[in-house]
């Protein structure tokens, strides 16, 4: 027989941070808010936008001032080295010959937008608006350059290109201290040229912006027309249409999103499945002792004979004995199958609990004439799962090595070690055995050996297996181990190490329900 495959899933560890902490740090919506992705895409895109805007025309003032300020002060600067040009040194004194052919030399008219000031050593008023301040006293150029300032002349702002005039190096007069010269300018044609710049550069973008959310809407649009799409494939679909969603055509980022609601899909799918088939089998089991019921009810009303009556009540009270015994059975099974979502449960220690259930079926061992013993070869026994499904598992194991064994018998529950640290619990008893064939047929619901002639209801395995899948265990069964060979049968269930075995183990990670003895050692939990 071949070795079931070794397989281990870790179930993923649950979000418990609050609410308040998993939501996003910039959303300021409340959590019941509905959210529309085409608002947030379009609130990302222009909220950006918005507040660039107005940086960008701030900029584009900053940049126009500089080209339109740059010919101005190259024109300024030359006016300056044009007037320090007629500055004429007689005599070691500068001196301006003509005042009038120099004004028309520089271009100062009736316009009142250029003002020129020559000035002595000493700060004398050579020629020029005497109105014209001279420059601080830390701020005077140096020989041979020309510097530029801003000032205010008569009211008005200006700005001023300085220089110093200075003999030529072969005059006699060459250590005669140089004269100032400036000259100064209105700001107005170079504040007009900066505001046509600025026309030219913000009034398309009043043309460009309407237009690029216009774009913007459209584009958003088209690229949101799958999720449309998506949706009507999913409103058009049969309420009991469970298949996978077709991907095709769909975007590549909303690839993980179908594939988790096709994994869910095939979830519930699987889930309503078992559902149905459980409701099949349980109202198809029930049919029948209840049908028994009713005619045992029925022939006890017609007896008239005190010792039949008497026999057919007694018959009718082991029915519903079997009755309530079944519903018990469905009611646990089903409430098995709920836990699945409850979490990982609790750390227990297995020796107490089997300890304490095999004390609770003394007297029933007593009673059929059973020997019922109980080993520990390990000690403490930790584990994780929910105290009441595994009383559950344990109680319809003992019952149904109670069931099967004759009188005279013996069972036997043994916890020993397994490798990795894992837990092995063993229920072990001297009846007729199982065979091979039918080892995973057993666990299988409403599945009887036939021939055992021992009333049940076939759901103890069944809950069996399903709460070891849960604690992520898995059960098997193989031969007993008798003094002269082999001999009955033996439940084994594998538990993981404290801390490992999660109750969400996969269900694809399943392995057999039966292993031979020695290869009990390597099974892998689920």
Known sequence: MNEPAQTSTRAATPDTSPPALRRNWFDTRSPGEQRSLFGEVLDWMFAPLLLLWPLSIAFTFFVARTLADAPYDR???DHANVVAQQVRFVNG?????SVSALRTLIGVGTEETLFFRVSAAD?????G?????????YDFPSPGRTKLRNETFRGQEVRVAYTYAQPREDDPSALTAPALVQVAETIDSRSQLANEIIKGVIFPQFVMLPLAVALVWFGLSRGLAPLKLLRQRIRDRRTDDLSPLDTRGMPEELSPLLESFNELLLRLDASLGSQKRFIADAAHQMKTPLAGLRTQAELALRETDPQEQHRRLRQLAIGSERTAHLVNQLLSLARTENVRSSGPGERLDLTPLTREIVGEWVAQAIRRGIDLGYENDIGATPVLGHEFLLREMFANLIDNALRYTPRGGSVTVRLRPAIDGQVCVEIEDTGPGIAQAERELVFERF?????????????GLAIVREIAL????????SDGRGPNGPLGTCFSVMFPPAGVG???????AQAPASAPPHQQERQASL
């Open 93 to 97: 004194q500068p001196t301006v010959h």
């Open 123 to 127: 700060g004398a008023l050579l020629a």
């Open 447 to 459: 599945y009887r050996v036939l021939g055992s002639n021992i009333d049940g209801s076939g759901l």
């Open 470 to 477: 849960q604690h992520g265990a898995q059960v098997w069964i």
């Open 502 to 508: 999660l109750i969400h183990a996969a269900k694809a």
């Open 129 to 137: 608006d005497p109105e014209l301040q001279l420059p601080g006293l």
């Open 75 to 77: 024109a300024l600067a």
